[in-house]
């Protein structure tokens, strides 16, 4: 079946370090992946996302490859920000005829200043 | 502006009460979706609708129900044969059909069971 797998949280750094946040999927063909974000008692916002091989998503200084090899979606920021504390979500959608999103279990980020 | 929104932002529920929690959307979106979140969790899936009148189980169905009588609506009603419903809800929207965009989330109610 597909399914979404991030790494356990939380995540600790300081201020202007570099954050990863690996997440690897299973699913059959090229499905869409996104990451979303959760800031404290808010519902989710899409961060970015990539729907086939090779594409890089972008925004607020974030980025994550979809790579078709590794079955993988690993977000990434150079200089993480108090501000980008939040708790994010890797999911896919997948290409076989459904339209349901697919969640990993979610990633909690904490940057100290 | 286009999004969803959900009402009440927090809602109190006795025991043996069922309750109705309202998620509306102006995006003109046929697929509409209900999560439930606990504390340092991912998100399960309630209930999904990818037109009106009709809605299909997600994986935690049990003591749920819903009706999509309009386009723009999707309510939950949390009854009391929920076991435990104290957690976040959160309503989304998307595109049916389309696996390239994105889920619209609402700002997600909190009940808590008193």
């Known amino acids: 079946g597909n399914s979404v797998t991030q790494m356990e949280g939380p995540v600790t750094l300081s201020e202007e370090a570099f954050l990863t946040i690996n997440c690897t999927y299973t699913a059959t063909g090229y499905p869409s992946l996104f990451w979303y974000v959760q800031y404290p008692g808010e519902g989710l916002q899409l961060l970015l996302k990539?729907?086939?091989?090779?594409d890089k998503g972008s925004n607020k200084g974030f980025e994550a490859t979809y790579r078709k090899e590794t079955t993988s979606f690993h977000l990434e920021k150079g200089s993480v920000q108090v501000s980008d504390s939040a708790v994010y979500f890797c999911?896919?959608?997948?290409?076989?005829?459904?339209?349901?999103?697919?969640f990993g279990a979610g990633t909690r980020l904490f940057v100290k200043a | 502006d286009g999004g969803i929104t959900q009402s009440p932002k927090y809602l109190f529920r006795k025991e043996g009460q069922n309750v109705t929690l309202s998620c509306e959307q102006n995006l003109n979106h046929d697929a509409m979706y209900w999560y439930r979140q606990d504390p340092g969790q991912g998100l399960r899936l309630i209930y999904y609708s990818q037109i009106v009148n009709d809605f299909q189980k997600g994986d935690i169905a049990e003591g749920y129900s819903v009706s999509r009588e309009k386009k723009e609506s999707f309510p939950l009603t949390v009854t009391s044969a929920q076991k435990n419903p104290t957690a976040f809800y959160l309503c989304?929207?998307?595109?049916?059909?389309?696996?390239?965009?994105?889920?619209?989330f609402g700002q997600g109610t909190r009940l808590t069971v008193v």
């Open positions: 990539a729907t086939k091989a090779d």
């Open positions: 999911a896919l959608i997948p290409n076989t005829g459904g339209f349901k999103t697919i």
């Open positions: 989304a929207s998307s595109i049916s059909g389309q696996t390239y965009t994105e889920a619209f």
